[in-house]
């Protein structure tokens, strides 16, 4: 369980706060999703999360962060990082090793993972990521989404009741992104465990997560199931966030008072829709 209450940060250097009365529940086992224009404080909620905010980053902290009752500013970082595990955006700044299989085993190591468990945790996180073949692959020679899953695996390892990701997919293809979504969404549930993804691919964030997250100038515009934040696409569009055409063409039929169901998060179901309405 994440709670935020009220949560205000201000970077030493900055003259306004980055995130700002920020309160937010995500129950254990959601996939909830964070998106925003640049400079919304989408990242900065992440280090709140992981605790970077603010061991790292000096500054001005209002309000609390509790994962599972900890609270993130009592906890050290390395006791954080073990609840929550962290894929930085810059994905090549976090990798410490040349090999997959050294880069699992750095965090394994690291982390007193006892000797006997290592392999099968090992085997779980690459299994789990769709990447056993990868093992013994130099990471610079893989792509982007298969250094991502690399990362995510890694981390993954870990195992961690939270998991963090900033952009996942913003360096890949839409086959790729799709199948990094897939494949955490397989985890979630197989697992339980949080995982909170910033990410700009709005209706692939609506397809996956559980709660949609709306920040916009350093506050929570809305927070809610993906169905229910869509059919505010004005408001969206207004702050930068572009919903699928699909859903905002039937919010503005239904506007229009053309269309009385529920909210149309891709293609298909606005196709059945609109196949109501001219029937
Ligand atoms: P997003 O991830 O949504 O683009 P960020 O959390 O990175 O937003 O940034 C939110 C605000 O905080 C922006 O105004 C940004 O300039 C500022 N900011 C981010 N990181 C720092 C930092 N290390 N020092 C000072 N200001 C920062
Ligand atoms: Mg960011």
């Given at each position: 369980m994440i709670e935020i209450e009220e949560l205000t940060f201000q970077y030493r250097?900055?003259?306004?706060?980055?995130?700002?009365?920020v309160s937010l529940s995500i129950p254990s086992g959601t996939f909830a999703g964070i998106i925003g224009p640049a400079g919304s404080g989408k990242s900065t909620l992440t280090y709140a999360l992981n605790g970077i905010v603010p061991h790292c980053y000096p500054g001005d902290l209002y309000g609390s962060v509790r994962i599972e009752g900890h609270d993130t500013c009592d906890t050290a970082l390395t006791d954080l990082s073990r609840m929550v595990g962290s894929v930085c955006q810059d994905i090549d700044s976090q990798?410490?090793?040349?090999v997959v299989e050294d880069e699992m085993l750095y965090g394994l190591e690291n982390y007193g993972v006892p000797h006997d468990q290592i392999e099968e945790r090992v085997k779980e996180a690459l299994d789990a990521m769709g990447i056993?073949?990868?093992?013994?692959?130099?990471?610079?020679?893989?792509?982007g989404g298969q250094k991502q899953k690399v990362a995510i695996a890694s981390i993954l390892a870990l195992r961690p009741s939270v998991l963090v990701l900033d952009?996942?997919?913003?360096?890949?293809d839409p086959a790729s992104s799709r199948s990094v979504f897939t494949l955490l969404s397989h985890y979630v549930e197989a697992h339980g465990t949080t995982v909170v993804v910033v990410e700009q691919k709005i209706a692939l964030l609506s397809e996956f997560a559980d709660l949609l997250v709306v920040m916009d100038g350093g506050r929570i515009r809305f927070a809610d199931a993906p169905e229910e934040v869509l059919a505010h696409s004005e408001e969206l569009l207004e702050i930068g966030v572009n919903c699928p055409r699909c859903t905002t063409l039937m919010n503005r039929l239904a506007a229009g008072g053309l269309y009385e169901g529920p909210v149309c998060t891709n293609v298909s179901s606005a196709c059945r829709a609109l196949c109501e309405v001219a029937a």
């Open positions: 250097e900055a003259d306004a706060p980055a995130i700002e009365d990798f410490i090793s040349a056993a073949e990868l093992r013994h692959r130099s990471i610079a020679s893989l792509s952009e996942p997919t913003a360096e890949l």
